[in-house]
């Protein structure tokens, strides 16, 4: 449930734009998981942009560092030319997951410092849940 809040924020800072909230790759299929989303018009919507973004999701989490990207599709006409931009979420040195946003207009200083203050938080959940998982293994 916290994802979800942190996805919501996360677009309201972006002036309505589309967030998704991604965690580390399926073990299994190799794909990240898409753990929240917000600022879409379906469920739909959200997962096909999660498909587009693959990508540029896998090499925020290899750099360890925000990548942005070109958008392209429905979203394109409401975003605010800024493309998408990917903070990795990173706890402990590992890197937990992806906060994408997609904003609907160009991202001042302080919107960009508050979505890297969302994308710590949710990385310090995500390891919280990690370490539990670990611990109860």
């Known amino acids: 449930r916290?994802?979800?809040i942190t996805a919501s924020q996360a677009s309201g800072i972006v002036g309505g734009g589309a967030t998704l909230l991604f965690g580390t790759p399926d073990a299994e299929s190799g794909k990240h998981k898409l753990r929240a989303a917000a600022g879409f018009r379906s469920a739909e919507e959200a997962r096909k942009l999660a498909q587009q973004l693959e990508a540029l999701v896998a090499e925020a989490?290899?750099?360890g560092l925000p990548c942005s990207g070109p958008l392209s599709g429905p979203l394109a006409s409401r975003a605010g030319g800024e493309g998408i931009l990917a903070?990795?979420?990173?706890?402990r040195g590992r890197t937990h997951?992806?906060?994408a946003v997609a904003p609907t207009t160009p991202l001042g200083?302080?919107?960009r410092e508050a979505l890297e203050t969302l994308a710590?938080?949710?990385s310090r959940q995500l390891d919280h849940l990690e370490l539990a998982v670990e611990l109860d293994t």
């Open 120 to 122: 710590w938080g949710a």
């Open 61 to 63: 989490l290899a750099r």
């Open 2 to 4: 916290s994802l979800r």
């Open 97 to 99: 997951g992806v906060l």
């Open 87 to 91: 903070i990795p979420l990173v706890a």
């Open 109 to 111: 200083v302080d919107a």
